[in-house]
Every structure is written in structure tokens, then in C-alpha cells.
């Protein structure tokens, strides 16, 4: 499922401004880049399929999508085996692909591994289903390469107008403190919101070498305590963005948006959607190892 896309106008930032881009709206939904990416690898791939299957009579549709499906599952299934200890407990949660926990490589491989067969045993599509997959994985790694160099440019803390829930105004640079920060972008009238924040207030205690920040997007101080108090969340740093300019500084169109920023203030990493555990502890991984040291075994140590 999407993430619910912002009341308030995110506007998508363009690529030669230098700004990040996160996400893509269209309509009501709204798509992380990574998710259109792959989107339009795959409608090349079946564009390319059909031209050369209708070259060759054999059509090569119904494999490409096979070889699509193998890829998600073999990505997802590899996501949950690397973060299986996330998952102990919360069965549902291995098959809820809400939180976009998808491994690529291991989507990949088993793709290769599966097309690898198809062309093996099905001699007469050979040609066609190559060119096919060709197209799509070509067009994948060039975009996504593409992409990535862009957003590479410019990836620090945007400087937006913030402020606390006495209404004074908020700078980042004095919350982050030289540690890793990990921003989140909600609305209280946003569903997936509401049901990721418990694991970020989990996580919010669990790692006190990092900043939790919470920017509420479009809504008044008053609005965002009383929801606060309604919900029994008890959460640092609880920011309110009237303007949504975070959003705009990082492309972002869609509510739920995590942002990790490393202690330098570069962005390293972002989830667009509701998070998991374990999708919470991907996007950790990518700060340094000495500020992710959990409460519990600080305890321990200092004892």
C-alpha cells in the first residue's frame, strides 16, 4: 500500500534544483523513487518483451511477469531472514509488506537464478525473454544509478522553520548535538503514522546516541499535544511544521517519511511508509556502530 499522501502541497522537487527527491504523487497515492524505478524497469521490460516476442510469434508476457513475482518474493523472504529477529513474535508482520522491507540482492539473484531456468527450458522464447530482461534490469541500474547521484549532491539537514509545542522556534542543528538524528514526518490524521509511532518511541529509548525528532507536518501545537495525550505517547523532540517545508527541502509527497542523518548531518538514508522494527533497524544500520549501543547494555557495561 502507499503511503497516505499529504493534505498540504509537498511540491516534488526536480532534479537540477539539487534537492532531494523521495517520492512521486499521482493522484491520491504517492510512491517512494525507488518504488517508480522499478515500476518503469518493468514496463520496458514488457514493452521490449512484446516487440521482440511479436517478432519472434512467442509471446513472453506471462514470464516476465513470473520472473517479476520471484523477484519480490525472494526479496521480501530475504528482508525477513536478515532481520529475523525483528519478527519474533509478529508473524503477520513477515507477510505485511507495509513496511517496504525488501532485500535487493536477494530479489536479484533469485530473478537471475529464475530466468536462468526459463531460458533453459524454454528454448523457443529465448531470444525475446532476454531482450526483455536486458531492457528492464539495464534500465533499473542507469535510473537508479542516476537517481542516486543526484541526491548525492546536496543531502544535508534542510534549514526549515520549526517550532516546539510552546510555539518558540526550533533550530535542528541545536537538537542534533553531533549525534545521528533520525527525523520523522507525521500527521495525526495519518493512519500509518499512528501505527509506526510506538516502535519509534521503543526505539527512541532503546538508543540514546540517537536523535528521534518528530515533525509534524501542517498542524498546530495544540492539536499535535492533544493527540499526544489521546495516544499516551510520551516522545522527544515533537516538532510542528506548519508550512510542510520539510517535506518540500526532501521531495517528500506522502506522510509517513523517516529521514536518517548521519552525525555530520548527512542524509544517508530514507523509508517512505510505515515502519517495522526491522525496517527501523535497516535504515540504523547506516550510522555508526558506537552511537547504536542500546540503554540496556549501557547498564551492563557501567555496572
Known amino acids: 500500500m502507499s503511503p497516505v499522501t499529504s493534505r498540504h502541497t509537498l511540491i516534488k522537487t526536480h532534479p537540477m534544483t539539487g534537492e532531494v527527491v523521495l517520492s512521486l504523487g499521482v493522484g491520491p497515492f504517492s510512491f517512494s523513487i525507488g518504488h ?58 513477515i507477510i505485511d509488506i507495509r513496511d517496504g522491507g525488501f532485500d535487493v540482492v536477494s530479489g536479484l539473484v533469485l530473478a537471475l537464478i529464475f530466468t536462468g531456468y526459463l531460458l533453459w527450458r524454454r528454448s523457443n522464447i529465448r531470444r525475446p525473454l532476454g531482450y526483455a530482461v536486458a531492457a528492464g534490469l539495464m534500465t533499473w541500474a542507469f535510473t537508479t544509478g542516476v537517481i542516486t547521484l543526484i541526491n548525492n549532491q546536496t543531502r544535508g539537514l534542510p534549514d526549515v522553520a520549526l517550532t516546539d509545542l510552546d510555539d518558540q522556534p ?37 538508543y540514546p546516541g540517537v536523535n528521534f525528532v518528530f515533525a509534524n507536518q501542517g498542524e498546530d501545537p495544540e492539536t499535535i499535544s492533544r493527540f499526544l ?3 499516551n505517547l510520551d516522545l522527544d523532540h515533537v516538532l510542528s511544521d506548519r508550512q510542510g517545508g520539510f517535506g518540500r527541502a526532501t521531495g517528500s509527497q506522502g506522510l509517513p517519511t523517516t529521514l536518517f542523518y548521519n552525525a555530520r548531518g548527512k542524509l544517508v538514508d530514507s523509508h517512505m511508509g510505515e515502519l517495522s522494527r526491522a525496517s527501523l533497524a535497516r535504515g540504523l544500520e547506516r550510522f555508526d556502530a558506537s552511537h547504536l549501543e542500546s540503554s540496556a547494555s549501557k547498564e551492563v557495561t557501567s555496572r
Open 36 to 93: 517508480v524505478l522499478l515500476i518503469l524497469a518493468f514496463i520496458i521490460a514488457l514493452i521490449v518483451g512484446a516487440l521482440a516476442g511479436r517478432k519472434h510469434n512467442q509471446p513472453i508476457t506471462g514470464s516476465l511477469a513470473d520472473i517479476f513475482l520471484v523477484a519480490m518474493v525472494g526479496a521480501r523472504a530475504g528482508f525477513v531472514v536478515r532481520y529475523s529477529e525483528h519478527y519474533q513474535g509478529d508473524w503477520l508482520g
Open 170 to 206: 526550533v533550530s535542528l542543528d541545536s537538537l542534533t548535538r553531533g549525534q545521528p538524528t533520525v527525523v520523522n514526518l507525521w500527521a495525526t490524521w495519518c493512519p500509518p503514522c499512528i501505527r509506526e509511532m510506538p516502535v519509534l518511541e521503543d526505539a527512541q529509548g532503546r
Open 229 to 231: 495525550s489521546e495516544q
